[in-house]
Nanobody, 123 residues
Framework: QVQLVESGGGLVQPGGSLRLACVVS????????IGWFRQAPGKEREGVSC????????AYTDSVKGRFTIFKDNAKNTVYLQMNNLKPEDTAIYYC????????????????YGQGTQVAVSS
């Protein structure tokens, strides 16, 4: 059974940092790409970042480049999203998603999604 469980969300002040984690089960990170998506109230879901089966394959949407870093630990079945210099516009529910492809796409289709974790950036 495929499962993705996100954690690490919370309330942080502008300029602060959070590290999100996505623990996966039922498949291997060796042959699946993982994406991070977010959805703010009243807005459509948008792709944020992704990492392919090869850790060297990663991508970011323009608004988070230089601030967010995606990385993974295959031994722990976990993909992380380190978010620095957070801005109020980063406030959203963040979801991780999986697809059985070697290469990732920030804006592509993913087959499995987690339940999400809330990130709120406010002073």
């Amino acid at each position: 059974q495929v499962q993705l469980v996100e954690s690490g969300g919370g309330l942080v002040q502008p300029g602060g940092s959070l590290r999100l984690a996505c623990v996966v089960s039922g498949f291997s990170l060796d042959d699946h790409a993982i994406g991070w998506f977010r959805q703010a109230p009243g807005k459509e879901r948008e792709g944020v970042s992704c990492i392919g089966a090869s850790a060297g394959d990663s991508a970011y949407t323009d608004s988070v480049k230089g601030r967010f870093t995606i990385f993974k630990d295959n031994a722990k079945n976990t993909v992380y999203l380190q978010m620095n210099n957070l801005k109020p516009e980063d406030t959203a529910i963040y979801y991780c998603a999986a697809n059985r492809t070697f290469y990732c796409s920030v804006y592509g289709w993913y087959e499995y999604y987690g339940q999400g974790t809330q990130v709120a950036v406010s002073s």
